[in-house]
């Protein structure tokens, strides 16, 4: 259970929380072979030519490598930057972030970790930042008044991790208000977390495991379409089986389509948001990376000890854009194999973060996120999926999706991230809430001109006359 939701508890539940949490059963730790290991040679960076006097650290922290900058004029905030999936190797990397000038133009510290571990390994991206935020002051002598958080892709699911970490509740006034502070600050610090003032999560897997569910609702749509029997798992799936499923959806792989790849075309687009601008120009460019995921058994390597997280019951899948179940489509969702997650590959926690941390929707700091129109490998549902969260939580609020017309993963230009970046900012210090997209609406979002708001500049791939000016 998200540390957020615990506040909901009363007085009872809340000890009984706590004591589950402080005396439960240990989580499974998670063997590397070989060990991580801190590239340290690849620490140091220079500095920004237009920014010499900004001062630059580097170094290693809690077992994971870091860098940090502080600009001459520093406004004493400082923003946390989660980087994106680095792979199953065993060499720890940090990456500078994209919005790096504009942080220190307007006088904001950033700080970046490797982790300590590479893999899809959220809780470790989560608690390496969370050290590295409360090691600052002692790499540089600083004091932060505030701290921010960004990241690309699963940096996007530290991102929204780490603000749902902590509760950052606003407590009433008087005596009331200064118990609910109290136990705030009691439960964000048991739990590890940081204050965040606000995020800006970007290409983010805001959907948590509903991202694995994808790439198995792919391949599972393939083969059925197919007619193939694909045994979970099936180590010879790219000899044994893929060629035959290959050969009944495309005419020309990748780029057409037999009538049942047409299928597994509308079946991908409805899973990944529905029918929108540019998605139709990047589907063939994400048939190797989604067929790759093929033939697994649903666990996330290295991250839920060989069990899968992965889950289709219930799930309704559309072989064509109409809502309504065709009789092809009815057996289609009868016959196609189901199946269920281990309870033992993420079990929801009260204290602890799980090994993918969930992501519930009861966030607490203004939110800026960005996506991609044509991305299949995080697709553009994973908005979708978390503003749903937010709004059962009645926090929706809270939480600004922006729709950007390009084909591939985390394809922003940097104005688009500065802009989120500076909207986010004027949320924070004036209250005034930045314009977003209706991601929730079918309609609006498979318009001609959706996602052209917040384009900048419109791709040479892309229409501009679907953006221009009526």
Known sequence: MRIARMLALRSWQLWVALSLACFGLPSLAQVDDPPPVVVEAALPFAPLAAFPTARQYWGIDAAAGYRVEVPEQWNGSLVMYAHGYRGEGNLLTVSNPAIRA?????????????????????????????SLARAFESITGLKPHRYFIHGHSMGGHVTVASIEQFPNRTCPSGRLGHFCRETVEFLGQLA???????????????????LFDFFDDFNLVAAELAGIDVPRPSPDYPTAQLPSILSQLFVTYPTINTPLGDKLKAATIELTGGPRPIVDLSYPSFMNLLFGFGGGDGSISAVTNGLSVTNN?????????DSRLSREEFEFNRSILRVRPDPKANPPRF??????????????????????LGDLFVPFSMEQIYLERTRFWGQQHLFVPRAIRAAQHCEFSVPEQEQAFADMLKWV????????????????????NFGCQFTTPIRAYDSAAACAAP
């Open 351 to 372: 204290i602890e973060l799980e090994a993918i941390p969930r992501n519930t929707g009861n966030l607490h700091v203004p939110t800026v996120s960005l996506h991609t």
């Open 192 to 210: 590890g977390g940081i204050k965040y003032s606000g995020a800006v999560p970007m290409c983010g897997v805001n959907g948590d495991t509903r």
């Open 429 to 448: 210090d004036q209250g005034v809430k930045p314009r977003g997209d209706r991601i929730l609406d079918r309609k609006t979002v498979q318009q001609a």
């Open 102 to 130: 504009h942080l220190l133009a307007n006088g904001f510290a950033w700080a970046a970790s490797s982790y300590t571990r590479n893999h899809y390994d959220v809780r470790a991206g989560v608690q390496s930042t969370n």
């Open 313 to 321: 019951i219930g799930r309704i899948y559309q072989l064509d854009h």
